[in-house]
């Protein structure tokens, strides 16, 4: 059974950094291509981060350069670092594995 829990979200005020992780069982991270999405209320839930299975990062214009994705083979998670954060980074983070694993989520506040 695959599972994710992902961990690390809370409040932040801009200009920080915070970061998220996401712990796996049942999938390598060796192996698999892991992403992280972004939900905010009334909008699809979007992508902020991939990391393919190769190990070739990909992130969209709004996270380039903020954001970064990377793993952990020996722990089997992979984390989302967040930097220099706005308002805007606001929303409810989820892991993906696979494309098709997802964890529970977790809430990303930013506001001063």
Do not use: H
């Amino acid at each position: 059974q695959v599972r994710l829990v992902e961990s690390g979200g809370g409040l932040v005020q801009p200009g920080e950094s915070l970061r998220l992780s996401c712990a796996v069982s049942g999938l390598s991270v060796r192996d698999n291509a892991m992403m992280w999405y972004r939900e905010v209320p009334g909008k699809q839930r979007g992508w902020v981060a991939q990391l393919t299975s190769d190990g070739n990062t990909f992130y969209p214009d709004e996270t380039e350069g903020r954001f970064t994705i990377s793993r952990d083979t020996l722990k089997n998670t992979f984390d989302l670092q967040l930097r220099s954060v706005t308002p805007e980074d606001t929303g409810v983070y989820f892991c993906n594995i696979d494309g098709s694993y997802w964890g529970q989520g977790t809430q990303v506040t930013v506001s001063s």
